[in-house]
DNA sequence: TTTGTAAGGAAGGTCTACTAACAAACATGT
DNA sequence: ACATGTTTGTTAGTAGACCTTCCTTACAAA
């Protein structure tokens, strides 16, 4: 064997290069910030508990849970809720709880094109207040204003103090709440987020529909760490998950399978049509919820199952090579449920079985998303939750 | 809209349940450790540095760069090499440097059935020493015992300080070494890392194959963060980069995309062969360097190119919703060159282009990966050098 | 009543990184 | 030649964070 060309050894003389990756420092203050959310994840997950309980569920001892959470209980996030009924062997336990009723979160979902959604949630997902505007048509700067504007008045309709402003929105989105590109709003590199910080003085953070559905479907619906939401409405769109965190991908714009190519001239049974997008057999055109109602119009029950059936089938092909490179857990679906929960779920499932090898598609599920129409809004305020409280 | 059943209120009453991931607390001594990992990979990409750069490029102030510095210039780590050759305004900066030919990494490649190939590796890659065993067919306890026995030679021969061994592997790997399923050796809930420390005394790292062969191109050949590196050799696999951070997968077995179902009955101008797994169509079928040498044997070259590139869009077909899911920056094929460096990788390019969005496809990469046979032994070393020194 | 167990708090110690201040060593301008 | 400014690396002191150890409180079980 030749190694006189080894690449690692040529580059010995200098140094092993690469674009670095701004890695942080860390501080003291930022692990007891890290200990501190380890603590509010616990009681958010848990429930109320006692200091001993954290501290066993987090590794810390009695001591520093019992100075984390004299912090909290200072700062209001955290109440006294008295001794433990049970008792047991030993002293009896006073329990602490996350006042997840005394914050406040401002939510707002720009999915629909001709109303902006909004809505004021407690640390739980529980909605407090809703609102909404007519905004049909508005773009760019007028756009900005209208969600500033509901911003506003959901803040002044908060009873609580307001922990943090959540925005799900199509497009691409990086992770600094920059829009790069929203055609539908007509934002190409509105600094959506740090606009509202301005004007609102609240943390925002801002990110795509798709993620933030995945984001709610993760904290709220038990969906597994290792996890594909594809969501469909208008158009199709995916949320990735991969060990618990999102992904956003290069460019920001993890998820975008609309316009993956799944039809074509050789595709038994199908005829590519065209995409808005310009090409043509893209995923949008057969699994959007207009075109899987188009396609099944008319149809008797039995024909709109096989035609369901067989966009299942389109989807879970093209889904196996991602399934297999992820080893995901499972595969979720959010979007109408008369015509995703039934033989195009099931088909989605046996073409991934019958398509990946056993090791990869023996305990994959595929189920329908937990939650219901306010999945959006749920997973924008858990963008507040993690960007503020660290809760995941 | 009908919001009672509204499953994130539902819950309101009982807190939001999940499995807990094993979130660990964070000590000031960790803090520590990841700061020292800072020093050292700013030192090991960078090369030789004064303090004062360290100190700029992490953020850190100069006394506890200096502070981090003296303990690992106490540890022999780092190296004094005087001061700076160009002289610049102000006091000269003396250097310091990376030990990185004063300490060796014992490295292994399981990928060969017949022979198992070892090394004696420094820090930045260089191969010190080379070694093999014959081990054809040697299997379960035996095949243990077969690496025991070259590691413990190949430490012997080190002349520094080894500072780990990493083992390179085909199979599903967890991340605590465990080697779950490799059946060319008769593996099964192998605690091959487990072992070897015991044996050996010294942390041992193992890993898939192709998971060491992306650690390895992200290290020392400049993938990029999110990529997706495509193993072609006996068989088909592929490591997945995601943010800089390789994905394991629910199951370990992420990558396994050899047995994805590429081929069909209505797959113009294919037909779908039987695989090894039972099922037929698979990627290996098409894909394999033994399957792409006998579908091209005996060809005109142009008729080779046309069937190189007929795989080529199989795998562009198949990665394109990969590629949009993630929105990876860079595909690597890494294998034969003569097979996969020409109409092949032309085709995987311009179909992943074809069968994505421009914002997906528009600038990325497909190349051959940078390293040569040696890269999987490097990947090996990346093992050690991110598990013992948080280098990456 | 005694014994054992568990919860929570107080005191003291170690580790970590920071700020402030300074000396050393050099380039540059007058 | 000499003062000035710049950069480096060190010393000294400070603040934060968590730990270990010991103590008190409160209950169950024997």
Redesign the pocket.
Do not use: I, Q
């Given at each position: 064997m030749s190694r006189t060309s080894n690449p690692i050894a040529a580059r010995t003389a200098s140094p092993v290069q690469r674009q670095l990756r701004p890695t942080a420092?860390?501080?003291?203050?930022h692990?007891?910030?890290?200990?501190?959310s380890l603590v509010l994840g616990h009681l958010f997950h848990e429930g109320p508990s006692?200091?001993?309980?954290i501290a066993r569920s987090t590794?810390?001892?009695?001591?520093?849970v019992?100075?984390?959470?004299?912090a909290l209980l200072a700062e209001g996030l955290v109440a006294d809720l008295g001794?433990r009924a049970e008792?047991?062997?030993?002293?009896?336990?006073?329990?602490v709880g996350l006042r997840s009723s005394e914050h406040h979160v401002v939510v707002v979902d720009l999915a629909d094109d001709a109303t902006v959604h909004g809505a004021v949630m407690t640390l739980v997902g529980d909605v407090v207040v809703r609102e909404h505007v007519t905004g049909a048509g508005a773009t760019g700067t007028a756009a900005v204003t209208l969600v500033e504007d509901l911003c506003r008045r959901l803040v002044e309709r908060a009873s609580r103090p307001v922990i943090g402003v959540g925005i799900s929105s199509p497009g691409v989105i990086d992770a600094g709440g920059r829009v790069v590109e929203a055609p539908n709003r007509g934002w190409y590199g509105e600094p959506l987020a740090a606009r509202l910080t301005g004007v609102l003085g609240l943390p925002v953070h801002v990110a795509n529909d798709a993620n933030t559905r995945a984001l709610g479907e993760y904290t709220y619906g038990g969906a597994a760490a290792d996890a594909m939401i594809v969501t469909v409405g208008q158009g199709v769109g995916a949320g990735m998950l991969v060990d618990g965190a999102l992904v956003r991908g290069r460019g920001h714009a993890a998820g975008e399978i609309g316009h993956v190519t799944v039809v074509d001239e050789d595709t038994a049974g199908e005829t590519p049509e065209p995409c808005a997008c310009g090409r043509t057999g893209c995923l949008e055109t057969v699994l959007s919820a207009p075109a899987l109602r188009r396609r099944t119009a008319g149809l008797t029950p039995q024909d709109a199952d096989a035609t369901l059936a067989s966009v299942g089938r389109m989807l879970g092909r093209a889904l196996a090579p991602v399934v297999s490179a992820l080893n995901l857990a499972e595969v979720l679906l959010s979007g109408p449920p008369e015509l995703l929960d039934g033989s195009l779920r099931e088909a989605v499932a046996t073409t991934l079985r019958d398509r990946t090898m056993p090791v990869i598609g023996h305990d994959l599920r595929v189920r329908m998303a937990a939650l219901d129409e306010d999945a959006a809004l749920a997973g924008a305020a858990v963008l507040v939750l993690s960007g503020q409280l660290g809760i995941t």
């Open positions: 420092k860390v501080l003291p203050e692990a007891r910030a890290h200990n501190r006692s200091r001993a309980d590794g810390l001892t009695r001591v520093t019992s100075d984390l959470v004299a001794v008792s047991r062997v030993g002293k009896p336990a006073t329990l």
